[in-house]
């Protein structure tokens, strides 16, 4: 009788989990969903939650309203969304993978190399060739070059060490940050501001066109980081007992490294560097709900989204001048990577 109450204790605590788990994930979907229409009354022409239902389902008339909520804050909002969600979701694949609590795009350096991308397809006049494509497709193509770099140069003989990893990263972003500072100074004046632009991250310009651009290579990267994590998890614990249980490591980073440059490409492409959202909504949603990347993955979603959101609606609306989401960020995430490095630095070093 023990042996069948305990067993039954297991499944009890195994139901009560996944309700648990379901719980959290649709209550972030719903606190986006939620955070999403709050934000739409945000801005310098006022509008209630009442009035925005009523714009937005043809109960109420008005022009002025109508064009601020579908041309300009529903597109800026998604966007925001978009990028919140890629670059959480890249920032804790990464972690997972490289079994390194400071990894994210913007300490390796992708965003640093797709910024430089976009700053030379500006400088140099590629879009009257490509088009629309061109900056997306430079930043794209950068993001291959610096994960594979930032790889190349990390990986020994020995392994992927994580502190070597980390070097690494801030060695090619600090070297494409230096290549973006240069073309700025060589560049035309008009090219100049948009390069500045790029490189402090703002969903000013955001519109329609910016997130039909992006929305296909994020949705891709988030599905495939989605569809990873139950090796994520194996290899978590070790890349030895990941190669035994069956897990393909080094298949496993390509298509990370793939999935993190389509998600970092779509999001640079539209929104230039916003940096260090991939390395704060991983630690505080792993600290909420634990390591269980079924889980966190979604969650993570949803709450890059949510943070994104937020962090926007503040750079715009809380000081006297509109702020560039980028540099709110990085105030940010600053404190929160030396808090990282200090509170975790035994994994850092192992």
């Not at 601020?68 to 966007?79: G, Q």
């Not at 490289?98 to 030379?120: D, E, Q, R, T, Y």
């Not at 969903?203 to 296909?216: D, E, H, M």
């Not at 440059?261 to 560097?273: R, Y």
Request: include cysteine.
């Amino acid at each position: 009788m023990d042996e069948i109450k305990c067993l039954d204790d297991v499944k009890e605590y195994q139901r009560h989990k996944c309700r648990r788990n379901a719980f959290m994930i649709s209550g972030s979907a719903v606190g986006l969903v939620a955070v999403f229409f709050v934000m739409l009354t945000v801005g310098n022409y006022d509008l209630s939650v009442g009035e925005v239902f009523g714009i937005l389902f043809g109960s109420i008339s008005d022009d002025t309203g109508e064009y601020v909520l579908k041309d300009v804050r529903i597109p800026r909002l998604l966007c925001a969304i978009l990028v919140g969600a890629a670059l959480s979701t890249s920032g804790l694949s990464m972690q997972s993978l490289f079994k390194n609590p400071m990894a994210s795009p913007s300490v390796l350096g992708i965003s640093s190399g797709a910024a430089f991308g976009a700053a030379l397809a500006m400088a140099f006049g590629a879009g009257s060739v490509l088009g629309s494509f061109a900056i997306p497709g430079m930043a794209f193509l950068f993001c291959f070059i610096t994960m594979g770099a930032v790889y190349m140069i990390a990986r020994t003989k020995y392994g992927l060490a994580s502190v070597t990893l980390l070097l690494a990263g801030i060695a090619m972003g600090a070297f494409f940050s230096g290549l973006v500072s240069l073309m700025q100074y060589i560049v035309r004046d008009d090219v100049l501001a948009s390069i500045v632009y790029w490189t402090m991250g703002s969903f000013n310009n955001c519109g329609w066109t910016s997130f039909r651009l992006a929305v296909i290579p994020i949705i891709a990267g988030i599905l495939i980081f989605l569809f990873s994590t139950r090796e994520l998890n194996i290899v978590s614990a070790g890349e030895d007992q990941a190669s035994n249980m069956g897990v393909n490591v080094k298949r496993l980073r390509i298509v990370i490294i793939v999935a993190t440059s389509l998600a970092v490409g779509g999001s640079v492409a539209i929104s230039g560097v916003i940096g260090f959202v991939g390395l704060i909504v991983p630690h505080i949603f792993r600290m909420i709900v634990g390591p269980n990347h079924a889980v966190l993955m979604p969650i993570c979603v949803f709450g890059g989204g949510i943070f994104m959101v937020v962090m926007d609606t503040v750079a715009k609306s809380a000081f006297d001048i509109i702020l560039p989401v980028g540099v709110l960020t990085s105030l940010i995430g600053a404190p929160f990577f030396i808090y990282i490095m200090r509170a975790r630095k035994k994994e850092l070093w192992g």
